[in-house]
DNA sequence: TAGATTGTTAATCGATTAACAATC
DNA sequence: TAGATTGTTAATCGATTAACAATC
């Protein structure tokens, strides 16, 4: 089973050119006069993206975000497995969620030193949030995953990761507002 | 009140050029000598997103995702507010989530003639997503943001957003393979 | 007025697209 | 072999940055 780049870009929406410009820069292994092996294609970029090996993922915060994200089908696919989750709120310890009960954050340390964590998703409320990634930090937390709506400080070595949800709220808002005009 | 495009673009990380090439797009209203009033700036921004103005929103889906929609406040101090959602889940109908009681999909088209709503956020599994487009798009909807984690196929009227929240945690996951090479 | 900082044009840089020899 | 399609270099395009006259 194989692509063109001239295939790949038209379910795309790329231009051929541009595909075989990304392939490349991940090693080329494309045949001429034939495309690229489907199954190889998708391995390589697994591989590059980090798909190829599981990542466990702890959340912090039991709200609504992150049941969302505990419960977000192709994740768990695809590899990043959620296998704690933590809340401050005495109320929410204890609850089910999905397979899992949720911690008291008192334990988080006590987790993260016995368990191999490579992601924190942070979902908790803006307020909290700056104080929680510098007690991640300290227990040597390398990689943040963060839904607080804000922009977080954090040394070199974390890799902080923000999502914010109004960015694409205000584009839907922007272009709504701007529909029908001449583009330019 | 005034800043810079010095500091503004200390703040945002972004180059001074840059920031007041763009502030020009939207028409230059700073003062040589001075920079920009803050407070006119905010308002022009605002404007511009078309944030002056409410957008009532429906949610439809009552998931974690949905959920988690219907209570991000920024949106709602941002002038999004959900008025209404809608789940084809029986046992969710009737389900009170933050100060709304979720309807029937069954009611959605009476709802969509009576109500002024400027958005739908589709907030459904990736099996029912398109052919609940399709209904929205018969029903004279002309702004979605989707989450379902598909891209959805629509007519040239419809606006729709596509939210993958697998986008941002495949650049985590990339980096964080990647971490530590020399970049370039 | 002198100093500061914009609006705007020009220069630079990087990313996208086109072209084509290599080769399957 | 002939046709197709890659890898890769060159050309184009657009976006970012620098520069500076205008002016508050």
Redesign the pocket.
């Known amino acids: 089973m194989q692509i063109?780049?001239?295939e790949l870009g038209e379910r795309l929406n790329?231009?051929?050119?541009?595909i075989?410009?990304d392939?490349?820069c991940f090693g080329?292994?494309?045949?001429?006069?034939?495309?690229?092996n489907v199954a190889a294609l998708k391995e390589h970029i697994g591989k590059m993206l980090g798909l190829d090996e599981p990542h466990p993922m702890i959340i912090i915060g039991a709200g609504s975000i992150g049941s969302a994200v505990a419960r977000y089908p192709s994740f768990i696919r695809e590899g990043f497995a959620t296998v704690a989750m933590f809340d401050r709120d005495e109320n929410k310890v204890g609850m089910a969620i999905g397979d899992l009960t949720v911690r008291h954050t008192d334990e988080l340390e006590e987790y993260l030193a016995a368990h191999k964590v490579d992601i924190v998703v942070l979902a908790v409320p803006a307020q909290g949030a700056q104080e929680m990634l510098d007690r991640l930090s300290r227990a040597g937390v390398k990689s943040v995953w963060n839904f607080a709506p804000l922009d977080l400080v954090h040394s070199e070595e974390m890799l902080v990761i923000n999502v914010h949800l109004s960015d694409s709220l205000h584009i839907l808002s922007y272009k709504m507002s701007h529909r029908g005009e001449v583009p330019q």
Chains 1, 2 share one sequence.
């Open positions: 063109s780049s001239q790329q231009n051929p050119s541009q075989r410009q392939i490349r080329g292994f494309g045949r001429q006069g034939y495309g690229y």
